[in-house]
């Protein structure tokens, strides 16, 4: 009954008429995502009705009452085959301003219109494969690369961006053609990152450095949901760039990794949001080439330099390895480079771990991450060991037994899905600097076997990558304890069926192998 009025009064009655009903309609139905079978004649009726009143003259309002309830029938798939041509895309374009090639973002009575108009492009863009064919027809994503440009750097239409991006994002999550297309062709991987600049209100003091306001105010609702936008249309524009990238973009990475350095150190206006707003650039950091990350860390200056001396001094000289890290005014620091961002994401590893349940999506991101910094920078790998493996104190717990983030990684090496032991063993063998006798004095030999097997490593030895020579210091708790490590060793089988332990084993295979290849 609903539909039958509606489009009654859409047929023959006037813009104020209109207006009410379908006001009515959208007040009623805001919240209805599914929809009953037998009415979907006159919803699709409806939608063709709509877009008739929507090429005349008529105030804005009723625009905005037009657009409310076709954004809300267009989340039935169904209706949407008959209205989706290329005459009714062609109009939301217009209304959504994108078809404008002068700066026409002035009156603000219109903005209601644009951002019902990209909410509609949204849906039926997502439900529609004919919608997404008319996309590519109709060259959508540089037309919304356009508008970005006229609200870079204008404030008050964070609606407008936001939808603009959202749009953007499920394009390039759509079509691979259209990724290649805004990476080069539109300059996508520069105006994303400026709109991230604008949403965080980026002040830069270096080439790769901002300054960070840590008694400024949270971020507001709408930029943060502008950022996380931005954030996900730059996952999918840099989503194989790991691989391969030429080397002219490498400023443009580190431009983005520091923009993301900013990301992890500012907050949301909730906890949940901060959390998403972190998570998605997580994701983006694990796009940036590896060396491009160098700029997640950066040398002290002069004041801070002489705040870790002063710091330095008052810790006591009985624990060396404990002045490594120093915290000074809120700011993490190791080996005089300034360590917060590594910090937070050392932290939302933890947290991810803690919620014990999605590890696949939720935490072998931010794992993977921290391993690949480890492996390439030598600082974020020296950091990370002194935060996750310490000296050992305790030595009569298994490793597995705690709730220090060693004891959470280590049981995480042993979890039902390959993907996630197999990184969480990575990550600590890589803190290891890969070598054998280092991993298992820190995760046991039971917890370790499964990476030592894979790599065939189970004899001893050490990984293919190379690291620095500088010396894994033992304490006195791990000396006294570490005779009575024998306790468990790798055991294979002699030719004559006997066990002993499996370096011995392995070496009278050889020679058997040796001496037979001797002989005819």
């Known amino acids: 009954m609903d539909e039958e009025r509606a489009l009654y009064i859409v047929r023959a009655g006037e813009a104020g008429a209109i207006e009410r009903v379908l006001r009515d309609y959208s007040d009623k139905h805001r919240a209805t995502f599914k929809f009953e079978s037998t009415d979907e004649d006159k919803r699709k009726k409806l939608c063709e009705g709509i877009f008739k009143v929507l090429v005349k003259d008529i105030p804005t309002t009723c625009q905005v009452s037009c657009l409310e309830v076709l954004r809300i029938l267009s989340r039935d798939k169904k209706v949407l085959v008959p209205v989706t041509t290329k005459e009714n895309m062609q109009i939301l374009l217009r209304l959504a301003k994108l078809n404008e090639s002068d700066d026409s973002l002035e009156k603000m009575s219109e903005f209601p219109v644009i951002v019902e108009s990209l909410k509609c492009l949204c849906n039926i863009v997502f439900n529609s494969q004919m919608a997404q064919q008319l996309s590519l027809e109709l060259n959508l994503a540089a037309k919304l ?226 391993t690949e910094c480890s492996r390439a920078h030598r600082n974020i790998r020296k950091f990370l060991k002194d935060q996750v493996l310490p000296p050992l104190r305790d030595v009569t717990n298994r490793p597995e037994v705690g709730s220090t983030v060693r004891n959470k990684l280590v049981r995480l090496m042993t979890h039902v899905d390959l993907g996630v032991k197999q990184i969480a063993a990575e990550f600590l063998f890589v803190l290891c600097k890969e070598r054998v006798d280092s991993l298992l004095k820190y995760t046991g030999y039971g917890n370790a076997a499964g990476l030592l097997a894979a790599r065939g490593l189970l004899a001893g030895g050490r990984g293919d990558n190379w690291y620095s020579e500088d010396e894994d210091t033992d304490t006195e708790e791990y000396k006294n304890a570490k005779p009575k490590e024998e306790l468990l060793k790798p055991m294979g089988l002699k030719p004559d069926g006997t066990i002993t332990p499996l370096e011995e084993a392995l070496n009278q295979y050889s020679v058997i192998e040796e001496t037979s290849s001797d002989t005819d």
């Open 145 to 370: 690369c356009n508008l970005l440009r006229k609200c870079k750097d204008r404030k008050f239409i964070s609606d407008i961006k936001c939808f603009d991006l959202r749009l953007l994002f499920l394009l390039s999550l759509l079509h691979t053609d259209i990724r290649s297309q805004l990476r080069y062709e539109l300059q996508g991987l520069a105006l994303l990152t400026q709109i991230l600049e604008s949403a965080f209100s980026i002040k830069w003091t270096d080439e790769y450095e901002s300054a960070i306001d840590r008694n400024g105010p949270p971020l507001s609702p709408q930029e943060t949901d502008c950022a996380i936008e931005a954030l996900k249309a730059l996952f999918n524009v840099t989503v194989d760039s790991w691989k391969a990238h030429k080397e002219s973009d490498s400023h443009q990475f580190r431009v983005m990794a520091a923009v993301l350095r900013h990301c992890l150190l500012i907050v949301g206006p909730t906890e949940d949001k901060t959390e998403e707003l972190h998570s998605n650039a997580v994701n983006l950091l694990s796009n940036v080439p590896v060396s491009c990350l160098d700029v997640l860390i950066c040398p002290l200056t002069h004041e801070e330099t002489a705040q870790e001396a002063t710091t330095l001094d008052e810790l006591p000289n009985d624990k060396p390895a404990e002045k490594e890290t120093v915290l000074k005014n809120n700011t993490m620091v190791y080996n005089g480079m300034n360590m917060e961002a590594i910090h937070v994401l050392l932290n939302f590893m933890e947290k991810r771990i803690d919620k014990g349940s999605s590890y696949r999506e939720g935490l072998t991101p931010v794992l993977s991450l921290l």
